[in-house]
Every structure is written in structure tokens, then in C-alpha cells.
């Protein structure tokens, strides 16, 4: 198969272009903007690039997704789509909301339309926060390290059925929201095969984590390169945290399989669920060091409890996270460890 990958310079895009390499032809399209969006960045934009470089069935696009002649011309005759790119934080969907919607719904519906053109399949990344703030309608209960859902009905987490209306979301919530159903219609209405995967938190091995997205490898950078890590509220809010190779597995069961369209919430799931004390204490083992930490106000459209619940794409794909949370969480630190030079001056 001929499979684009946009975002492939990114976290999870170029983990996705480094899986699919072996039996495809791969094309990148990225613009190397990550850093350029969060107003921040560390480590080398082009480290995931250069990593890459090694694959011959690998091609490299400087492109933006807005640029639609571009992207056409570029994605003539793919098979599949497997569309990372975006924009990635809430913080700078706040303070930019029309950049933030040009890349995350535009972008997406250019992706969509190169799908009809093609008659391609589509993988779109989605978001926990197309659920927005009716995740916080659910009583919880406090624990000392933790907040738990008091409600028996969300035990195994939030599935996919659960509302994404008359809620607040955030423009990146938004975006993101519109963008998902953009991507169900097109199966609906073309009927197209697309996927949308609605992740909570992903982590591993060359994620350039900072304070606004990625917070997982940001504690361990930061742990590693002995800095501050602010934690907003109590840090007793929980997320359910996935390896990125498990996603990836992930994408290519729902390629593979003979499913035309589904929604499915893609998270490590409540055996992989921590609150963010919990994931510190972790790291401070891991690493051997103490995290350095100081508190401030929550932030604005934060879940206090968000765990997926992963049922659906563990029936219909047979698919279900391999790499515990300690497990994954070990291979970045090595990754970090290792790599110390990309994070000096932080
Ligand atoms: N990492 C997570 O925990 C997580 C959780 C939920 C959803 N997601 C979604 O997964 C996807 C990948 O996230 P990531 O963590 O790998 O982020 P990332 O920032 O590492 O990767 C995104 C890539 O997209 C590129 N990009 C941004 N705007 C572009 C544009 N206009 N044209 C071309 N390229 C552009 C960036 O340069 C970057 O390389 C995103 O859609 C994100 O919203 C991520």
C-alpha cells in the first residue's frame, strides 16, 4: 500500500511512519511546526526526521495540510491516510482559536477530500476532549492519591456512546469535535473506510513533551534534566496512559480488518489509569532522582478523572494495550537518559 502519513515528523506520526515502513511505501507530509504552534519547543524539530531517514520506503513532504493543491498533488494514488497532524494543545487553542481551527477542522476536511479523490481509507486522531467538560459531571471520590468515578456505570471508563453536547469544550475540543464528525460522514455519506480514535494520553520513546502537551514525557524530561514541573491543581486527576507502539498495533488492526467505519476510544484504559502523583512517584523510581515540584491553579476545560474505556476496540479488533504503564514509562526514561544533549538549555 502507498500510505500518507501527515504529522510523521511528530510524536506518534513518526512511530506510525516507522510501523508501517516495513510492508508500504510511506510519504510524510509535516510542516515542522510544532514548535513554532506552542510558542516552545525543545529538543531538534528534526530529530524524529533524521530517525526516519534510515527507512528507504520512507518519503519526506515539507507541506502544510491547509495547502490543498499541495497535498493533492502529493497524495495522488494513496491507499490510506493515517492524518496526525494537527495542532495539539489546548493552552494555544485558547490564546489562537482560528489557527487552531484552520489546521485541526480545515486540515482535516483536506484530508478527507484527498481520501474521496483517492478512494483511500482514513485513520484520523481524535481526542478524550471531544467529550469536554461532561466528563466532570461524574461524582467522584477523593482518595489520597487519587480521584475515582463514584459512579458504578463508569467503572471501565468513558465509552464512546457517552455525550459530546451541551458541554464546554475548548476550541481545541472543538476543532478536534468537528473534525471527528467530518471524518464519520465521510463514511456515512461516500462511505469511505475511516477510523476515528479517540485518545487519551500517549507516551513513549522520541515524544518532545513540554508543559502544554505530552505531560508525561515532560515530568520525565524535566525529572532527567532537573527542572521545575508545575503541576496545576492537586495532582490527584487521573488519566489513563497508552504506549505508543500499542496504538500504532492499533491503527493497523483497524486497516487490516474488514470494519468500514468506527468510533473507538483509544487509552490504556483503567489498568493504566494514574493520577498525576502517581505517575510522578513512578518516575522519581524510575529515573532515581526527585522530581522538583511547585502548584498552581487548575486550568481551564481540565478532567479531573478521565479513563477510556477500551471495550469496543478490544471486541471488534481484538486489541488490547501490551505494555504496561511502568514498562513503557521505563523505555522513555531510557530514551530521555540517553539523550540528554537534545534537552540542555531547557
Ligand atoms: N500525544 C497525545 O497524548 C495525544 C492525545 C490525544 C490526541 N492526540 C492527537 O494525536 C496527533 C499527534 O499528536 P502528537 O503527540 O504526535 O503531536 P506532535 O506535535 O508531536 O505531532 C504533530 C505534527 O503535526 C505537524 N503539523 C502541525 N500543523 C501542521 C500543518 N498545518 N501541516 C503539516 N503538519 C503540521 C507538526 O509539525 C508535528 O510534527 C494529534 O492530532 C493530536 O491532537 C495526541
Redesign the pocket.
Known amino acids: 500500500m502507498r500510505i500518507l502519513v501527515?504529522?510523521?515528523?511528530?510524536?506518534?506520526?513518526?512511530?506510525v511512519a516507522e510501523y508501517f515502513q516495513k510492508d508500504n511505501e510511506v510519504l510524510i507530509?509535516?510542516?515542522?511546526?510544532?514548535?513554532?504552534?506552542?510558542g516552545k519547543g525543545i529538543g531538534s524539530?528534526s530529530y524524529?526526521l533524521n530517525y526516519l531517514k534510515g527507512f528507504k520506503n520512507i518519503s519526506f513532504y515539507n507541506?502544510?495540510?491547509?495547502?490543498f493543491e499541495k497535498v493533492k498533488e502529493i497524495g495522488k494514488g494513496i491507499d490510506a491516510i493515517i492524518?496526525?497532524?494537527?495542532?495539539?494543545a489546548v493552552t494555544t487553542s485558547l490564546k489562537n482559536p482560528r489557527l487552531d481551527f484552520?489546521?485541526?477542522a480545515l486540515?482535516t476536511f483536506n484530508m478527507l477530500e484527498l481520501a474521496r479523490l483517492n478512494d483511500a481509507s482514513l485513520i484520523?486522531?481524535?481526542?478524550?476532549?471531544v467529550y469536554g467538560e461532561n466528563v466532570n459531571k461524574i461524582p467522584l471520590l477523593e482518595k489520597n492519591s487519587r480521584y475515582e468515578y463514584a459512579d458504578e456505570r463508569f467503572i471501565e471508563g468513558i465509552p464512546e456512546d457517552f455525550s459530546i453536547d451541551l458541554t464546554g469544550h475548548s476550541p481545541?475540543g472543538c476543532s478536534?469535535l468537528a473534525a471527528d464528525i467530518y471524518v464519520q460522514d465521510y463514511a456515512y455519506t461516500y462511505g469511505l473506510k475511516t477510523g476515528v480514535?479517540?485518545?487519551?494520553?500517549?507516551?513513549g520513546e522520541r515524544?518532545?513533551?513540554v508543559e502544554d502537551?505530552?505531560?508525561?514525557a515532560w515530568f520525565v524530561i524535566a525529572t532527567e534534566m532537573e527542572r521545575k514541573i508545575t503541576i496545576y491543581g492537586n495532582g490527584k486527576q487521573v488519566r489513563d496512559l497508552?504506549y505508543?507502539k500499542d496504538l500504532v498495533e492499533l491503527y493497523d488492526k483497524f486497516l487490516s480488518s474488514n470494519i468500514r467505519h468506527g468510533v473507538f476510544n483509544a487509552g490504556g484504559g483503567r489498568n493504566n489509569a494514574y493520577s498525576l502523583l502517581e505517575v510522578i512517584d513512578m518516575i522519581r523510581k524510575i529515573l532515581n532522582k526527585k522530581p522538583d515540584l511547585n502548584y498552581s491553579d487548575w486550568r481551564p476545560a481540565d478532567q479531573k478523572v478521565y479513563i477510556s474505556n477500551i471495550r469496543k476496540a478490544h471486541e471488534l479488533l481484538n486489541w488490547y494495550p501490551r505494555t504496561s504503564a511502568e514498562e513503557g514509562i521505563k523505555k522513555l526514561a531510557l530514551w530521555v537518559r540517553n539523550n540528554r544533549q537534545l534537552f540542555i538549555g531547557l
Request: aromatic share 12%; hydrophobic share 35%.
Open positions: 501527515t504529522g510523521g515528523a511528530g510524536f506518534i506520526g513518526s512511530h507530509i509535516d510542516n515542522l511546526s510544532r514548535e513554532e504552534i506552542l524539530k524524529n507541506c502544510d495540510i491547509r495547502d492524518h496526525t497532524a494537527a495542532q495539539v484552520e489546521i485541526n486540515g484520523f486522531c481524535s481526542t478524550n476532549k481545541y478536534k480514535f479517540r485518545m487519551s494520553c500517549i507516551y515524544q518532545f513533551g502537551q505530552g505531560w508525561v497508552l505508543v
